[in-house]
């Protein structure tokens, strides 16, 4: 192996590792929902609820309560992804490296593509059968509010809670429309290179996305239409066996990385790993899939 560290603490590492992590997992805003507390606790599984649309009622004979229904929805904890890696004596004694840019960012990397993946792989037709067809040359701010009408008047989903979910391709022929006359001089928008809202929609933007063998560009969708779950994996043995253990939770996600930190011995190595223990499932059929071509 050609690596070095040294001189640091697993702590700093973690620390070093939030904002990338916040970058990396945005899109799970798009998606993600409101757990309850047993997200924390042990088993395979965590159980969500989302409500039913309710419908309205005449209220002008009395205020006879309508029934309301929840849909429970478990989601299986089957997916314990990370990546290790081993330094030996020699490597950590000649040279520092720039810690975030060449050690942690590529390690998580390999986590969110892998994370990506499989939640990519339940936008299906099987799963999401409404589609809109568009190139991403041809894509524009015209063809979301097209959508999101979709969204409404076909598919009935809330008008709050929701987003569009693309890859580079498609991001970047909607931030070319900032260029227009509808969006003149030099704006925030322009020189960051941020997609605002458009019709109700937060655009999210991820490279760990694919066509899915489906010709997939995009998803847009209720937050309901794809649930996420994740865990803190218990490391009480790893800590009692003297691995230093750190926990982050990426802000507003309840999202879970763990680092730890150990020596082996007999190999001569210093190791430091990172690791995500995550579930997702198909919630309801609140999404659109934008794609080049129907098969």
């Not at 192996?1 to 590492?13: C, E, K, V």
């Not at 998606?31 to 002008?60: C, H, K, M, Q, W």
């Not at 900032?178 to 019709?199: D, Q």
Request: aromatic share 10%; proline share 4%; net charge negative.
């Amino acid at each position: 192996m050609s690596n070095t560290i040294a001189g640091a603490y697993l702590a700093q590492i973690s620390q070093m590792s939030l904002p990338s992590l916040t970058a990396l997992f945005a899109p799970v805003q798009a998606f993600t929902t409101d757990f309850s507390d047993d997200i924390s606790g042990t088993g395979e599984s965590v159980t969500t609820r989302y409500a039913a649309n309710p419908v309205a009622a005449d209220l002008s004979s009395g205020f006879t309560p309508s029934d309301v229904s929840m849909t429970a929805k478990t989601i299986s904890l089957s997916n314990y992804f990370g990546f290790v890696a081993a330094f030996t004596d020699v490597e950590r004694s000649k040279s520092l490296i720039d810690l975030p840019r060449l050690f942690i960012e590529p390690m998580l990397q390999a986590i969110g593509t892998k994370f990506f993946a499989t939640v990519w792989d339940l936008v299906t037709e099987a799963n999401f059968a409404t589609y809109y067809t568009s190139t991403a040359a041809n894509f524009d701010r015209s063809d979301l509010i097209d959508i999101s009408a979709t969204l409404t008047g076909t598919l009935k989903a809330p008008k709050m809670d929701r987003a569009f979910l693309c890859d580079t391709s498609f991001y970047g022929a909607l931030l070319k429309t900032l260029n227009s006359a509808e969006f003149p001089g030099v704006i925030a928008e322009k020189t960051e290179g941020f997609v605002p809202r458009v019709s109700g929609l937060d655009i999210y933007q991820s490279s760990e996305i694919d066509g899915n063998s489906e010709y997939l560009g995009g998803f847009a969708a209720h937050k309901s239409a794809l649930l996420f779950a994740g865990r803190r994996v218990n490391a009480d043995g790893a800590a009692q066996a003297g691995v230093e253990v750190a926990d982050v939770v990426v802000p507003g996600l309840n999202l879970p990385v763990q680092f730890r930190r150990w020596y082996s011995p007999n190999d001569g190595q210093l190791r430091i790993s990172c690791g995500l223990l995550w579930g997702v499932a198909k919630g309801t059929g609140m999404g659109v899939r934008v794609v080049t071509q129907h098969a």
